[in-house]
């Protein structure tokens, strides 16, 4: 493993910081422990996050609902950059990385593979990606870099009351920084970082703060990474194929027209571009995929080597808007969020070894109708265009009734293309040939609905908050099928309508000052839809599937201890999940539809101690138990199978130290222990011919081994300079983060390791 200049200059650094340190005073550092070196005073209190997951600002400790909050600072310190970097942190959220771009986001174990996301996606007010099942919305979630962000949180539950359709599972919300009237800021970084079995990649990232007069504020955060790749692929002679590049820029203005009334708008965009994708070939399951063999998760080629007959490239393109007016009218805050969004999505993948029918893949056929080697290759272009419009008004806090009324509409419209053309393998020209099948499908999703919430406070200690959300929606697919293989095309239509009630009920004690006591039972939907069919369809196959839902029941408990020294949050809940949205294998034809029942049950816990003047020291961590409760045979689920990707234990701990070396700087060091327990694939079902009729049969799934990672960090920084040193998976473990069982040359499989060692620096400047 090589540094690059740069690393090695801030290597440099650090060391030289810690051996200045050694002969400091012991009382002479300042006791933050995330803070500038200005912060001088002897507290060592834990610092009070306050945060908007009821859509109003109160304190963390106050919420009664399983959240975890990660402030900018601490994300910048930790060097939380995306999801596969956040997963590990929050408990019960784990993260199916598929590739950069595309991730799966289970809260408390809600996964069944199914298209529809389960998890919703915030940008502060606006919500991002597809409300239905016909986007790939599971996977287009959203990773956006969270350079300049205020904080992110999570939401570990359903939140249907006051965010509606798609967050059964739970949310994550961005928060971003907004600008500041009167106050001229900025910052500028850049950092480098080298990839074990791979090459390096540079980064820069800058944010500006302009004051507009006294009223008025412009903001404006921009970055550019690169990241480096760590897949061969001798075949195509090429090395580190998944590199991958990352630009974006985030724009906000705020006026405060009045003292009373505020405008605030932001537009936001991202665009993530991929060489190839990050998987390593494995043995996978075979011919005969009902009796996979023992070793299919074995390296075939290389521990980071692949083999495609074409490149892979991806593109994902995510631009947001909104404008917010708030306007505090003394008996009520009247608030109205209007945004428009659009994510784009663009894949080529190589078909060629994915299996057609058990034993013959899409490369035979194209050969077999060419005469000579020949692949297929896949394209996929997503685009989803997204309108919102959230009005509510909201009561003072503080009062013995206490609410917030609201409306929300929006508007959807997706569209998906997707093309298999065969390729000739030696120069990999498209074959002179028409598609050997396209499909298209444009649907269209429209929602209204009005919700409510309503907190009495008994007491100054006890209160109970009740909510509840109706909502309607329309929707509507065109879908066009044709090519080589389907002949003559087909058009096919469908349409559907839904109508769901949310409620959530949350009674509140808060035994002293320091220390807060709850429940909850809170709902959450998934809406249903029209299908997407799969050509030659019997009317025998659903044309439309139902929404899904949950009801969470949770007991939690939050305390302050030590004069705020100590900090533990504890919540233990149970879900039961009804009508899943799963994909089944009916007839031989793969659609959306519903099946079985599942629950979840665990125990959910987050602790932080200051023991000492700079040193924090925080545990968290979940056990979830998370099974099907009903038979899903269509889609190759038995009662009691664990539910996909889902860590029946995962854990994570870290250990900070801050002090005063000279001058005005401050050194830390710091280290993450994380634990993934382990967890199996996806269902899957293959169709055979039983005594004259197809049955769906279950395909056995592998179990994906535990594994450990640790981070560790250093840095030196004052108000105006850091210089920050980190290594990320320092033992280079191989832990697995998705497994595919075909698809690959032999019939074989692929896995995708996490990110091996990753050893970076940065250099940082604050005005």
Known sequence: MRLTRLAALLVAASLSAVALGAEA?????????????????????????????QKREEKLRDVPMGVTALPGDEMKRLQVVSFADLGPLVPSLSVESISPGQSRLTLRGENVGSVGATVGTYIDESPFGSSNALANGSVVSGDFDTWDLQRV?????????????????????????????????????????????????????????????????FRVAAYSENTSGWIDDPSLGLNNVNRSHKDGVRASVLWNVTDSFTLRFTGMGQQLQ????????????????????????????????????ISEPSLYKYDNYSLTADWNMGWADAISITSYGTSRQVLNQDETSSPLIPGFTFGDLVSGLVGVPAGTHAYGALRIAKLTQEVRLSSPVNQRI??????????????????????????????????????????RYKEYAGFGQVTYHFNEQFDVAVGGRYSSNRQSALETIGGLLVQPPELITGASTGHDFTYS????????????????????????????????????????????????????????????TLSLDVATFFINWKKIQLTQIVDGFGIDANGGSAHSRGLEWTAAYTPTRGLTLTLSGAYVNAKLTEPAPDAGGETGDRLPYA?????????????????????????????????????????NVVGGELV????????????NTINLRGGLANDTWSFEIYCKNAGDKRGIAVYTSSGTPDFGGAVGYIQPRTVGASLGFRF
Do not use: C
Not at 278 to 306: H, K, S, W
Not at 404 to 428: C, K, N, P
Not at 665 to 675: D, E, H, Q, V
Not at 696 to 707: G, N, W
């Open 505 to 564: 009920i949350a009674p509140r004690w808060h035994i002293n000052a320091n220390t807060l006591a709850y429940a909850r039972i809170a709902s959450g939907y998934r809406p249903g839809g029209p299908n997407a069919l799969p050509p030659g369809a019997p009317a025998g196959v659903e044309r439309q599937y139902v929404a899904d839902s949950t009801v969470n029941y949770e007991l939690g408990l939050k305390s302050s201890l030590l004069d705020n």
């Open 25 to 53: 005073p012991a009382d002479s550092g300042p006791a933050s422990t995330g803070s500038p070196a200005s912060q001088t005073s002897s507290v060592v209190a834990l610092e009070e996050v306050i945060v908007t997951a």
């Open 647 to 687: 860590p029946a234990f995962s854990s994570s701990a870290d250990v900070a130290y801050e002090w005063r070396v000279f001058r005005d700087f401050n050194a830390s060091l710091g280290a993450t222990w994380s634990y993934t327990g382990s967890r199996f694939m996806d269902f899957s079902a293959v169709t």
């Open 402 to 443: 206490e609410w917030q009324v609201g409306g929300y509409f929006t508007r959807e419209a997706s569209t998906l293309a997707q093309s298999f053309d065969g390729f000739f393998i030696d120069t990999q020209q498209f074959l002179p040939l028409p598609s050997i099948e396209t499909a298209g499908l444009d649907s």
């Open 274 to 309: 991929n060489d190839g994708l990050p998987y390593t070939d494995v043995v996978g399951g075979g011919i005969d995929v009902l009796n996979p063999p023992a070793n299919q998760l074995d390296p075939t080629r290389g521990d980071y080597v692949q083999k495609r007959f």
């Open 696 to 707: 769906s049969i279950p395909v056995p799934r592998a179990e994906l081994p535990s594994y």
């Open 153 to 217: 949180e999570v939401l570990r539950g359903p939140q249907g009351t006051l965010y509606g359709a798609g967050s059964e599972g739970g949310l994550l919300k961005y928060v971003t920084n907004p600008p500041e009237p009167g106050k001229f800021a900025g910052a500028f970084q850049v950092g480098d970082e080298d990839v074990a079995h791979g090459g390096s990649g540079a980064n820069v990232k800058g944010m500006v703060n302009l004051p507009l007069g006294d009223r008025a504020a």
